[in-house]
């Protein structure tokens, strides 16, 4: 590995791999290795304190190939009231049971977040669309991007802002960190009374234990109200990295049968953003459930949620809330299961 010493922050050029004979047959998706793989991203501020720092350098035409290759690829709750996927590892999701099926790895989606560089993106040609650009929204000392047409992330600020939202046409905010807790963005629909503006809010956390997948059919629903209605939609959280890119990333997934990969690709065209380690391996198990319907006729192994499940989805206090089994001193909170009544108001009331 090669350093180049710049002005901070110093930038680490990583060659590629270079062979005496002549290449190989490029590699699928499912063979990809990722070369950092053992720098695990456990948030969006990690990501954002390195990221400008690694770039690579790649032979062009193993380069082009890799490209090309991205381009082709690119636990079930039951009761009364909650009829959609809660643990996707107990849906019955295997890599093997399709013939030929090659799946989306995180390997894959690591790479493409590792490569791609917004700010090494030429400026549109004439005649291609212009998206709105986090250098339009300086001004308002916030940081936006339009990483599709209609559809926005942003941090904290640019959801706060309501003539911002205003000045930028969006219809409605969809607010992945909602809480008043650190980390966590604490808005609701009253903030934008006589705005016009619609609100919903989804309670996640920035961390790879986070349980994604039971929120990603209510948030790909949202969007495409706001979308497919003429509006345009900002997703946001703390930072716009990471819980606000991985709930777009639904919409185009579930309403645009766009695959992982490609949808990394476009976003990461136009802004620095990077779902934690924990939500692409979430991401790829939604997109190989959904390319094996589109591909292989396979039924749908995941169930996803619905706008009207907002009520329903699991918050901080539920076990389901988590990927893996908490401790109450994990957390700092009672945890209950879904549908049992919320433990932080008995332990209020016994306070009191």
């Given at each position: 590995?090669?350093?180049?010493?710049?002005?901070?922050p110093?930038?680490?050029?990583?060659?590629?791999?270079?062979?005496?004979t002549?290449?190989?047959?490029?590699k699928?998706?499912?063979?990809?290795?990722?070369?950092?793989?053992?720098?695990?991203?456990?948030?969006?501020?990690?990501?954002?304190?390195?990221?400008?720092?690694?770039?690579?350098?790649?032979?062009?035409?193993?380069a082009?190939?890799?490209?090309?290759?991205?381009?082709?690829?690119?636990?079930?709750?039951?009761?009364?009231?909650?009829?959609?996927?809660?643990?996707?590892?107990?849906?019955?999701?295997?890599?093997?049971?399709?013939?030929?099926?090659?799946?989306?790895?995180?390997?894959?989606?690591?790479?493409?977040?590792?490569?791609?560089?917004?700010w090494?993106?030429?400026?549109?040609?004439?005649?291609?669309?212009?998206?709105?650009?986090?250098?339009?929204?300086?001004?308002?000392?916030?940081?936006?991007?339009?990483?599709?047409?209609?559809?926005?992330?942003?941090?904290?600020?640019?959801?706060?802002?309501?003539?911002?939202?205003q000045?930028?046409?969006?219809?409605?905010?969809l607010?992945?960190?909602?809480?008043?807790?650190?980390?966590?963005?604490n808005?609701?629909?009253a903030?934008?009374?006589?705005?016009?503006?619609?609100?919903?809010?989804?309670?996640?956390?920035?961390t790879?234990?986070?349980?994604?997948?039971?929120?990603?059919?209510?948030?790909?629903?949202?969007?495409?109200?706001?979308?497919?209605?003429?509006?345009?939609?900002?997703?946001?959280?703390?930072?716009?990295?990471?819980?606000?890119?991985?709930?777009?990333?639904?919409?185009?997934?579930?309403?645009?049968?766009?695959?992982?990969?490609?949808?990394?690709?476009?976003?990461?065209?136009r802004?620095?953003?990077?779902?934690?380690?924990?939500?692409?391996?979430?991401?790829?198990?939604?997109?190989?459930?959904?390319?094996?319907?589109?591909?292989?006729?396979?039924?749908?192994?995941?169930?996803?949620?619905?706008?009207?499940?907002?009520?329903?989805?699991p918050?901080?206090?539920?076990?389901?809330?988590?990927?893996n089994?908490?401790?109450?001193?994990?957390?700092g909170?009672?945890?209950?299961?879904?549908?049992?009544?919320?433990?932080m108001?008995?332990?209020?009331?016994?306070?009191?």
């Open positions: 590995m090669q350093v180049q010493t710049q002005t901070a110093a930038e680490v050029i990583m060659p590629a791999p270079t062979a005496a002549p290449p190989a047959e490029a699928s998706p499912a063979e990809v290795v990722d070369p950092l793989g053992f720098i695990e991203i456990k948030s969006a501020a990690q990501w954002k304190a390195m990221s400008g720092r690694i770039s690579w350098k790649f032979d062009e035409g193993e082009k190939s890799e490209e090309a290759e991205l381009g082709k690829a690119a636990g079930e709750e039951s009761s009364s009231t909650i009829n959609f996927t809660i643990n996707p590892s107990s849906a019955g999701l295997t890599a093997s049971d399709v013939a030929d099926f090659k799946p989306t790895k995180v390997e894959q989606l690591r790479l493409i977040c590792w490569k791609v560089k917004p090494n993106q030429p400026r549109p040609r004439p005649g291609q669309p212009r998206l709105f650009t986090s250098q339009f929204a300086a001004p308002w000392g916030v940081d936006c991007d339009e990483v599709y047409p209609g559809l926005f992330i942003g941090d904290k600020k640019s959801a706060s802002h309501v003539k911002f939202l000045k930028i046409g969006a219809t409605h905010v607010n992945t960190a909602e809480g008043k807790d650190e980390g966590l963005v808005l609701s629909q903030h934008y009374d006589g705005s016009g503006i619609t609100y919903l809010g989804f309670p996640l956390w920035d790879p234990t986070c349980n994604l997948i039971p929120y990603l059919g209510c948030a790909a629903d949202f969007i495409a109200q706001a979308i497919d209605g003429g509006g345009k939609c900002l997703v946001n959280c703390q930072m716009g990295v990471s819980r606000s890119t991985s709930c777009a990333m639904a919409y185009l997934l579930v309403k645009r049968g766009m695959t992982a990969a490609d949808v990394l690709t476009q976003f990461r065209l802004r620095d953003i990077r779902p934690n380690d924990g939500f692409l391996e979430q991401i790829a198990t939604l997109d190989n459930d959904l390319r094996r319907q589109r591909e292989c006729g396979a039924e749908a192994a995941i169930k996803l949620s619905s706008l009207a499940d907002h009520p329903m989805l918050q901080a206090w539920n076990f389901e809330f988590w990927t089994e908490v401790a109450e001193s994990d957390i909170m009672p945890l209950v299961r879904l549908g049992e009544p919320c433990p108001v008995s332990a209020t009331a016994s306070t009191r």
